[in-house]
């Protein structure tokens, strides 16, 4: 499975619960903390493609899986 990428803020719980739940799973992730990096809203949509309000956003490899609820829903519809 490819590596996912997690752009958060320390502050948020959902950006919290995707680390844990990978943690859990053993996936393999890089976290971009954008408060940390400089990342603005504008630079988000830019990597999305398209508006963003919220966090985490989280890709798996190149693809835009969504927020945290997105990342449950893909790792229960790509179990091993």
Same mark, same amino acid.
């Given at each position: 499975?490819?590596r996912?990428?997690?752009?958060g @803020?320390?502050?948020?719980?959902?950006? /919290? /619960?995707?680390?844990?739940?990978?943690?859990?799973?053993?996936?393999?992730?890089?976290? *971009?903390?954008?408060? @940390?990096?400089?990342?603005?809203? $504008?630079?988000?949509?830019?990597? *999305?493609?398209? #508006?963003v309000?919220? *966090? #985490?956003?989280?890709?798996?490899?190149?693809?835009?899986?969504?927020?945290?609820?997105?990342?449950? /829903?893909?790792?229960?519809?790509? $179990?091993?």
């Amino acid at each position: 499975m490819q590596r996912f990428t997690i752009f958060g @803020k320390e502050s948020c719980g959902f950006c /919290r /619960r995707a680390k844990e739940l990978c943690e859990i799973k053993g996936l393999e992730y890089r976290y *971009v903390d954008i408060e @940390k990096e400089g990342i603005g809203q $504008a630079d988000l949509e830019k990597t *999305v493609g398209g #508006p963003v309000t919220t *966090v #985490p956003q989280i890709f798996h490899g190149q693809s835009h899986i969504g927020g945290f609820d997105a990342l449950e /829903r893909f790792l229960s519809e790509h $179990a091993a």
